[in-house]
Protein backbone atom coordinates (compact mmCIF):
# COMPACT_ATOMS: atom_id res chain seq x y z
CA UNK A 1 0.00 0.00 0.00
CA UNK A 2 1.21 3.42 -1.14
CA UNK A 3 1.66 5.79 1.95
CA UNK A 4 2.37 9.60 2.46
CA UNK A 5 4.47 10.35 5.55
CA UNK A 6 2.94 14.23 5.67
CA UNK A 7 5.64 15.24 8.96
CA UNK A 8 8.77 13.82 9.32
CA UNK A 9 11.91 15.35 10.13
CA UNK A 10 14.14 13.40 8.09
CA UNK A 11 17.82 15.57 8.54
CA UNK A 12 17.44 13.39 12.25
CA UNK A 13 17.06 9.74 11.01
CA UNK A 14 19.19 7.41 9.27
CA UNK A 15 19.31 6.23 5.57
CA UNK A 16 18.10 2.62 6.99
CA UNK A 17 15.02 4.63 7.79
CA UNK A 18 14.57 5.84 4.38
CA UNK A 19 15.07 2.27 2.92
CA UNK A 20 12.74 0.65 5.08
CA UNK A 21 10.10 3.31 5.14
CA UNK A 22 10.37 2.72 0.88
CA UNK A 23 10.17 -1.08 1.51
CA UNK A 24 6.95 -0.68 3.36
CA UNK A 25 5.30 1.61 0.33
CA UNK A 26 6.30 5.02 1.40
CA UNK A 27 6.05 7.00 -1.33
CA UNK A 28 6.34 10.85 -0.45
CA UNK A 29 7.73 12.49 3.18
CA UNK A 30 7.69 15.98 4.05
CA UNK A 31 9.38 17.78 6.27
CA UNK A 32 9.00 20.69 8.88
CA UNK A 33 11.47 22.78 10.34
CA UNK A 34 12.02 21.58 13.51
CA UNK A 35 13.45 22.65 16.99
CA UNK A 36 17.56 21.43 16.80
CA UNK A 37 17.52 20.41 20.74
CA UNK A 38 19.22 23.91 21.31
CA UNK A 39 18.23 27.46 20.59
CA UNK A 40 19.96 28.69 17.88
CA UNK A 41 21.82 31.97 17.64
CA UNK A 42 22.09 33.44 14.52
CA UNK A 43 19.75 33.96 11.58
CA UNK A 44 22.26 32.02 9.56
CA UNK A 45 22.06 29.06 10.65
CA UNK A 46 18.69 28.76 10.14
CA UNK A 47 19.25 29.62 6.33
CA UNK A 48 21.76 26.81 6.02
CA UNK A 49 19.00 24.11 7.96
CA UNK A 50 16.75 25.56 5.11
CA UNK A 51 18.84 25.14 2.82
CA UNK A 52 19.98 21.23 3.69
CA UNK A 53 16.02 20.37 4.09
CA UNK A 54 15.34 22.41 0.87
CA UNK A 55 18.27 21.39 -1.67
CA UNK A 56 20.05 18.16 0.16
CA UNK A 57 17.31 16.00 1.73
CA UNK A 58 15.56 15.39 -1.53
CA UNK A 59 18.76 13.48 -3.08
CA UNK A 60 19.05 11.63 0.12
CA UNK A 61 15.02 10.51 -0.25
CA UNK A 62 15.57 10.22 -3.82
CA UNK A 63 18.23 7.18 -3.48
CA UNK A 64 15.17 5.53 -2.27
CA UNK A 65 12.76 6.40 -4.45
CA UNK A 66 10.80 8.79 -2.28
CA UNK A 67 10.14 12.08 -2.86
CA UNK A 68 10.78 14.63 0.08
CA UNK A 69 9.23 17.84 0.31
CA UNK A 70 9.77 20.68 3.11
CA UNK A 71 8.33 23.33 4.94
CA UNK A 72 10.37 26.72 6.57
CA UNK A 73 9.68 28.28 9.81
CA UNK A 74 11.21 29.81 13.42
CA UNK A 75 10.37 26.64 15.76
CA UNK A 76 8.22 28.44 18.92
CA UNK A 77 10.49 27.36 21.24
CA UNK A 78 12.69 30.14 19.46
CA UNK A 79 10.62 32.68 18.99
CA UNK A 80 11.48 34.72 22.23
CA UNK A 81 13.95 36.17 20.48
CA UNK A 82 12.10 38.55 18.33
CA UNK A 83 14.91 39.99 16.61
CA UNK A 84 16.33 36.50 15.47
CA UNK A 85 12.11 36.09 14.05
CA UNK A 86 12.28 38.69 12.39
CA UNK A 87 15.39 38.13 10.78
CA UNK A 88 14.51 34.93 9.69
CA UNK A 89 11.18 35.35 8.46
CA UNK A 90 12.43 38.47 6.27
CA UNK A 91 14.41 35.61 4.41
CA UNK A 92 11.69 33.07 4.40
CA UNK A 93 10.42 33.96 0.85
CA UNK A 94 13.34 33.15 -1.16
CA UNK A 95 13.23 29.73 -0.05
CA UNK A 96 9.19 29.65 -1.06
CA UNK A 97 10.25 29.64 -4.62
CA UNK A 98 12.59 26.16 -4.02
CA UNK A 99 10.78 23.45 -6.01
CA UNK A 100 10.04 21.01 -2.95
CA UNK A 101 9.24 23.91 -0.18
CA UNK A 102 5.58 23.42 0.39
CA UNK A 103 4.84 26.04 3.10
CA UNK A 104 5.31 27.36 6.35
CA UNK A 105 5.57 24.99 9.62
CA UNK A 106 6.08 24.19 11.94
CA UNK A 107 5.10 27.33 13.82
CA UNK A 108 2.89 27.54 16.55
CA UNK A 109 3.17 27.52 20.36
CA UNK A 110 5.06 26.12 22.95
CA UNK A 111 4.56 27.78 26.19
CA UNK A 112 2.05 30.03 24.51
CA UNK A 113 3.77 33.57 25.54
CA UNK A 114 2.73 36.66 24.06
CA UNK A 115 6.03 36.76 22.02
CA UNK A 116 5.21 32.97 20.60
CA UNK A 117 1.72 34.48 19.98
CA UNK A 118 3.62 37.17 18.48
CA UNK A 119 5.65 35.09 16.09
CA UNK A 120 2.61 32.65 15.02
CA UNK A 121 0.90 35.91 13.96
CA UNK A 122 3.45 36.51 12.18
CA UNK A 123 4.23 33.60 10.00
CA UNK A 124 0.49 32.56 9.26
CA UNK A 125 0.36 36.43 8.29
CA UNK A 126 3.67 35.71 5.65
CA UNK A 127 2.12 32.37 4.44
CA UNK A 128 -1.22 34.11 3.69
CA UNK A 129 0.88 36.63 2.13
CA UNK A 130 2.46 34.26 -0.47
CA UNK A 131 0.16 31.80 -0.74
CA UNK A 132 1.74 29.13 1.22
CA UNK A 133 0.33 26.10 3.04
CA UNK A 134 0.37 26.37 6.72
CA UNK A 135 1.64 23.92 9.50
CA UNK A 136 0.97 24.97 13.32
CA UNK A 137 2.68 22.80 16.00
CA UNK A 138 -0.01 22.54 19.05
CA UNK A 139 1.77 22.06 22.62
CA UNK A 140 2.55 19.05 24.16
CA UNK A 141 0.89 17.42 27.47
CA UNK A 142 -0.43 19.42 30.19
CA UNK A 143 0.05 22.83 27.81
CA UNK A 144 -2.09 20.66 24.95
CA UNK A 145 -5.26 22.44 25.67
CA UNK A 146 -4.72 26.15 26.61
CA UNK A 147 -1.99 26.17 23.80
CA UNK A 148 -4.47 24.85 21.24
CA UNK A 149 -7.24 27.58 22.56
CA UNK A 150 -4.44 29.95 21.64
CA UNK A 151 -3.80 29.19 18.37
CA UNK A 152 -7.34 29.13 17.56
CA UNK A 153 -7.69 32.77 19.19
CA UNK A 154 -4.56 33.96 17.07
CA UNK A 155 -5.86 32.54 13.70
CA UNK A 156 -9.55 33.82 14.56
CA UNK A 157 -8.29 37.17 14.70
CA UNK A 158 -6.77 36.62 11.38
CA UNK A 159 -7.95 36.83 7.90
CA UNK A 160 -6.65 33.26 6.78
CA UNK A 161 -7.99 30.67 4.06
CA UNK A 162 -8.55 27.60 6.62
CA UNK A 163 -8.45 24.95 4.17
CA UNK A 164 -4.79 25.73 3.59
CA UNK A 165 -3.64 25.46 7.40
CA UNK A 166 -3.51 22.17 9.17
CA UNK A 167 -3.15 22.29 13.17
CA UNK A 168 -1.06 19.15 13.75
CA UNK A 169 -0.84 17.01 17.47
CA UNK A 170 -4.13 17.40 17.91
CA UNK A 171 -5.35 14.70 20.42
CA UNK A 172 -8.78 13.43 22.06
CA UNK A 173 -9.40 16.87 24.04
CA UNK A 174 -8.25 19.30 20.99
CA UNK A 175 -9.58 17.89 18.11
CA UNK A 176 -12.90 18.88 18.16
CA UNK A 177 -12.38 22.50 18.28
CA UNK A 178 -10.01 22.29 15.58
CA UNK A 179 -12.37 20.59 12.78
CA UNK A 180 -15.32 22.89 14.31
CA UNK A 181 -13.36 25.91 13.12
CA UNK A 182 -12.99 24.37 9.34
CA UNK A 183 -9.37 23.39 9.55
CA UNK A 184 -7.30 20.13 8.98
CA UNK A 185 -5.97 18.52 11.88
CA UNK A 186 -3.08 16.02 12.65
CA UNK A 187 -2.75 13.18 14.67
CA UNK A 188 0.87 12.73 15.31
CA UNK A 189 1.90 9.04 16.76
CA UNK A 190 4.71 8.70 18.94
CA UNK A 191 5.83 5.80 21.45
CA UNK A 192 5.00 7.53 24.85
CA UNK A 193 4.36 11.32 24.90
CA UNK A 194 1.91 12.01 21.79
CA UNK A 195 -1.49 10.19 20.44
CA UNK A 196 -0.90 6.28 19.82
CA UNK A 197 -1.43 4.05 16.20
CA UNK A 198 -4.74 2.61 18.60
CA UNK A 199 -6.47 6.15 19.76
CA UNK A 200 -5.51 7.50 16.27
CA UNK A 201 -7.67 4.55 14.66
CA UNK A 202 -10.36 5.73 17.38
CA UNK A 203 -10.41 8.72 16.60
CA UNK A 204 -10.70 8.17 12.79
CA UNK A 205 -13.76 5.82 13.93
CA UNK A 206 -15.24 8.21 15.64
CA UNK A 207 -14.51 11.65 13.51
CA UNK A 208 -14.24 10.56 10.16
CA UNK A 209 -11.56 11.12 8.28
CA UNK A 210 -12.46 14.54 6.19
CA UNK A 211 -9.17 17.19 6.62
CA UNK A 212 -7.45 14.33 9.08
CA UNK A 213 -3.67 13.83 8.70
CA UNK A 214 -1.99 11.21 10.09
CA UNK A 215 1.88 11.34 10.79
CA UNK A 216 4.99 9.80 12.65
CA UNK A 217 7.05 13.09 12.98
CA UNK A 218 10.06 11.17 14.21
CA UNK A 219 13.15 13.16 14.79
CA UNK A 220 15.81 12.76 17.13
CA UNK A 221 13.70 12.14 20.47
CA UNK A 222 12.35 9.03 20.94
CA UNK A 223 10.07 8.40 18.13
CA UNK A 224 9.53 5.59 15.71
CA UNK A 225 8.70 6.49 11.81
CA UNK A 226 6.97 2.89 11.84
CA UNK A 227 4.32 3.90 14.23
CA UNK A 228 2.49 4.97 10.96
CA UNK A 229 2.66 2.02 9.47
CA UNK A 230 1.55 0.71 12.64
CA UNK A 231 -1.73 2.69 12.53
CA UNK A 232 -2.32 1.73 9.11
CA UNK A 233 -2.21 -1.50 10.21
CA UNK A 234 -4.62 -1.18 13.10
CA UNK A 235 -6.81 0.57 10.80
CA UNK A 236 -7.00 -2.59 8.82
CA UNK A 237 -6.99 -5.28 11.50
CA UNK A 238 -10.38 -3.31 12.10
CA UNK A 239 -12.25 -4.36 9.18
CA UNK A 240 -11.36 -0.84 7.11
CA UNK A 241 -11.22 -1.31 3.74
CA UNK A 242 -7.53 -0.81 1.67
CA UNK A 243 -9.32 1.67 -0.40
CA UNK A 244 -10.31 3.72 2.95
CA UNK A 245 -6.71 2.90 4.35
CA UNK A 246 -5.36 4.63 0.69
CA UNK A 247 -7.59 7.40 1.40
CA UNK A 248 -6.76 8.04 4.87
CA UNK A 249 -2.71 7.43 4.49
CA UNK A 250 -2.37 8.73 1.20
CA UNK A 251 -5.19 10.98 -0.40
CA UNK A 252 -5.53 12.85 2.11
CA UNK A 253 -2.01 13.63 2.45
CA UNK A 254 -2.27 14.57 -1.27
CA UNK A 255 -5.33 16.73 -1.09
CA UNK A 256 -3.92 18.69 1.46
CA UNK A 257 -0.52 19.10 0.45
CA UNK A 258 -1.84 19.26 -3.02
CA UNK A 259 -3.06 22.64 -2.41
CA UNK A 260 0.57 23.95 -3.36
CA UNK A 261 0.99 22.82 -7.18
CA UNK A 262 4.88 21.63 -6.21
CA UNK A 263 3.15 18.64 -4.50
CA UNK A 264 2.00 16.74 -7.56
CA UNK A 265 1.45 12.92 -6.08
CA UNK A 266 -2.06 12.59 -6.91
CA UNK A 267 -4.69 10.42 -5.40
CA UNK A 268 -4.95 7.01 -6.02
CA UNK A 269 -8.37 4.70 -6.25
CA UNK A 270 -8.04 1.18 -6.33
CA UNK A 271 -10.16 -1.13 -8.61
CA UNK A 272 -10.48 -4.61 -10.55
CA UNK A 273 -8.52 -4.81 -13.39
CA UNK A 274 -11.41 -4.24 -16.14
CA UNK A 275 -9.82 -7.12 -18.82
CA UNK A 276 -8.98 -9.28 -15.79
CA UNK A 277 -13.25 -8.66 -14.45
CA UNK A 278 -14.50 -8.88 -17.55
CA UNK A 279 -12.91 -12.72 -18.56
CA UNK A 280 -13.85 -13.42 -14.80
CA UNK A 281 -17.41 -12.10 -15.88
CA UNK A 282 -17.32 -14.31 -19.14
CA UNK A 283 -16.31 -17.30 -17.38
CA UNK A 284 -18.73 -17.54 -14.79
CA UNK A 285 -21.41 -17.13 -17.83
CA UNK B 1 18.88 2.12 43.26
CA UNK B 2 16.23 4.74 42.27
CA UNK B 3 14.89 7.79 44.99
CA UNK B 4 11.60 7.75 45.40
CA UNK B 5 10.88 10.80 43.61
CA UNK B 6 13.72 9.66 40.19
CA UNK B 7 11.07 6.92 40.52
CA UNK B 8 8.10 9.12 39.95
CA UNK B 9 9.50 11.12 37.24
CA UNK B 10 11.20 8.54 34.91
CA UNK B 11 8.38 6.45 34.45
CA UNK B 12 5.61 9.36 34.76
CA UNK B 13 5.03 9.81 31.00
CA UNK B 14 5.30 5.89 30.90
CA UNK B 15 2.48 5.55 33.49
CA UNK B 16 0.61 7.86 31.88
CA UNK B 17 0.83 6.27 28.39
CA UNK B 18 -0.10 3.35 29.53
CA UNK B 19 -3.51 4.19 31.12
CA UNK B 20 -4.30 6.27 28.08
CA UNK B 21 -4.73 3.40 26.45
CA UNK B 22 -6.50 1.37 29.27
CA UNK B 23 -8.83 4.94 28.64
CA UNK B 24 -8.98 4.25 25.32
CA UNK B 25 -9.80 0.68 25.40
CA UNK B 26 -12.67 1.52 27.86
CA UNK B 27 -13.71 4.29 25.61
CA UNK B 28 -13.72 2.21 22.38
CA UNK B 29 -15.50 -0.79 24.41
CA UNK B 30 -18.38 1.25 25.19
CA UNK B 31 -18.44 2.68 20.96
CA UNK B 32 -18.72 -0.52 19.83
CA UNK B 33 -21.45 -1.70 22.50
CA UNK B 34 -23.35 1.46 22.00
CA UNK B 35 -23.07 0.82 18.14
CA UNK B 36 -24.24 -2.77 18.85
CA UNK B 37 -27.16 -1.89 20.77
CA UNK B 38 -28.25 0.65 18.91
CA UNK B 39 -28.01 -1.27 15.79
CA UNK B 40 -30.61 -3.70 17.79
CA UNK B 41 -33.11 -0.92 18.99
CA UNK B 42 -31.90 -0.60 22.34
CA UNK B 43 -29.15 2.02 22.50
CA UNK B 44 -30.00 3.26 26.31
CA UNK B 45 -28.85 -0.40 28.20
CA UNK B 46 -25.57 -1.01 26.45
CA UNK B 47 -23.75 -1.75 29.76
CA UNK B 48 -25.95 -4.72 30.63
CA UNK B 49 -24.33 -7.91 29.92
CA UNK B 50 -20.72 -6.33 30.08
CA UNK B 51 -17.90 -8.37 29.10
CA UNK B 52 -16.32 -9.92 32.10
CA UNK B 53 -12.66 -8.65 30.88
CA UNK B 54 -14.09 -5.29 30.94
CA UNK B 55 -15.37 -6.13 34.23
CA UNK B 56 -12.06 -7.51 35.21
CA UNK B 57 -10.55 -4.51 33.97
CA UNK B 58 -12.18 -1.86 36.30
CA UNK B 59 -11.77 -4.19 39.18
CA UNK B 60 -8.05 -3.91 38.81
CA UNK B 61 -8.55 -0.03 38.38
CA UNK B 62 -10.68 0.15 41.17
CA UNK B 63 -7.76 -1.73 43.24
CA UNK B 64 -4.97 0.05 41.79
CA UNK B 65 -6.56 3.23 43.29
CA UNK B 66 -6.79 1.81 46.53
CA UNK B 67 -4.25 3.50 48.82
CA UNK B 68 -4.58 0.68 51.53
CA UNK B 69 -3.69 -1.60 48.40
CA UNK B 70 -0.07 -1.93 49.54
CA UNK B 71 3.36 -2.36 48.07
CA UNK B 72 2.16 -6.04 46.20
CA UNK B 73 -0.20 -4.41 43.65
CA UNK B 74 1.55 -6.24 40.44
CA UNK B 75 0.65 -9.60 42.38
CA UNK B 76 -2.48 -8.60 43.40
CA UNK B 77 -2.99 -7.99 39.78
CA UNK B 78 -1.64 -11.17 38.40
CA UNK B 79 -3.88 -12.76 40.42
CA UNK B 80 -7.18 -11.16 39.91
CA UNK B 81 -6.48 -11.83 36.36
CA UNK B 82 -6.01 -15.31 37.08
CA UNK B 83 -9.14 -15.81 38.07
CA UNK B 84 -10.85 -15.07 34.30
Known amino acids: MQIIQPHYHAIA ?18 EPAFWAGFDRKYPETFIDYFRQISEFEPTRAAQYG ?6 VAVNPKEAENKTLTREVLSQMPEFFQKPTVLGVGETGLHKSTKNECDALEAHVDL ?71 KRAVDMLEKYGWDRILVNSSADWGPSDPFTLQECVLEFRRRGHSLQESIDVFHNNPCRFLGQNPKFDIQPIRVEPCARESASRSAVEK | MLTASQVA ?40 GEDPKLTLIRKALASLADPAAGIERTSALLKLFATL
Not at chain 1, 25 to 30: D, E, I, K, L
Not at chain 1, 66 to 71: D, G, M, N
Not at chain 1, 127 to 152: E, N
Request: charged letters at 25%.
Open chain 1, 127 to 197: AMKHQQLVLIHTPHLADKVHGTKRVLEVLAGMNVDRDRIWIDHVEEQTIRPCLDAGYWVGFTLYPITKCSP
Open chain 2, 9 to 48: ETYFLESRYMLLEIAAYLDRYDAASIREHSHNGNSSDHRK
Open chain 1, 66 to 71: IRHFSW
Open chain 1, 13 to 30: RTAQDYERMAMSGVVAVA
